[in-house]
């Protein structure tokens, strides 16, 4: 497998996506730190102890993966263990080319997760390995340089042992993209029948679950992220009062966006030193003073 790389690239508009923003820090500050270790495809093994070390604090790895897969998955755990960044290699690599001699490391750390044809498969825009195919006939290039360059990338492969993996890839590929057109035809035709079939029951499921309920549920979620179970000194039904009551208070005091201005309050809280009960006098300070978080 090839070293590590030192310097990688980063989506600079991470901070401005819902999804990482709340997370709590603690998961924020972890898959930056796997961001960072990971491999070339983004591969991480995992070492929690240095990873507890690095953030300076322990972190349950189940309510991690939760919380950064809550939306889309973005951290699987492979068959070994190891986990995979699966937005990593994209942002690394625009186009993956067999004959770009660089982006072979890339192919050969694929290949030794056995996540070469998952990865084109996944990212079918962003590779090009059917440039396989004319490496592997570089007898028919006329051109003399063109025939050489040919030749050399394609022994380069087949000295790595990679040039049967991308042929197999390819031709899960070119499987896909026959069929593709389809299947997507198929599931539109299954999706328009399923509504057709089900609309009295989804208009019942909007008029008895409005968006309202649907958002309420989902900032409790958040809280539940947030604050530590053993700070929770109240029950399960009292909790989700007081969040309403909550709402209602702040919005009664004309802040803007009641719900951002829970949970930025709940973040900015020490919970080592707090309970869910006695944060009740703190927020309603806050909300007096409508002070920013």
């Known amino acids: 497998m090839s070293q590590q790389r030192k310097q990688v690239f980063i989506d600079s508009s991470l901070w401005n996506h819902r999804w990482f923003d709340e997370l709590p820090i603690e998961h924020q500050m972890a898959y930056l730190i796997l961001w960072a270790e990971s491999d070339n495809v983004g591969v991480w093994k995992p070492h929690f102890r240095d990873l507890n070390f690095k953030l300076k604090q ?14 889309q998955k973005r951290v699987e755990v492979l068959e070994n263990g190891d986990w995979w960044l699966i937005d990593y290699l994209p942002l690394q690599v625009r186009t993956l080319t067999p004959n770009n001699r660089p982006h072979v490391s890339y192919i050969e750390d694929l290949q030794s997760h056995d996540l070469l044809t998952r990865y084109a498969i996944e990212n079918r825009d962003n590779v090009r390995f059917d440039v396989i195919q004319e490496l592997e006939n570089y007898d028919q290039i006329q ?10 990338a394609y022994d380069y492969l087949d000295k790595r042992g990679l040039v049967r993996p991308l042929q197999e890839a390819c031709k899960t590929l070119e499987r896909g993209w026959e069929g593709s057109k389809e299947k997507d035809k198929d599931q539109e035709e299954e999706k328009e029948q399923e509504k057709a079939n089900n609309g009295v029951a989804t208009n019942y499921l909007e008029a008895t679950n409005p968006p309202e309920s649907k958002s309420i549920e989902n900032i409790l979620k958040q809280l539940r992220k947030i604050i530590p179970e053993n700070c929770m000194d109240v029950s399960e039904l009292e909790f ?54």
């Open 143 to 152: 051109d003399y340089d063109e025939k050489k360059k040919a030749k050399a």
């Open 58 to 71: 322990d972190i349950d790895p189940q309510a991690f993966l939760d919380g950064i897969n809550a939306e």
């Open 240 to 293: 989700q009062g007081d969040v309403q009551t909550y709402l209602g208070l702040i919005e009664s005091k004309g802040i803007k966006d009641p719900r951002t201005f829970l949970i930025a309050k709940a973040r900015t809280t020490d919970w080592e030193d707090c309970t869910w009960d006695r944060w009740e006098d703190k927020l309603t300070q806050a909300i007096e003073e409508g002070a920013p978080f």
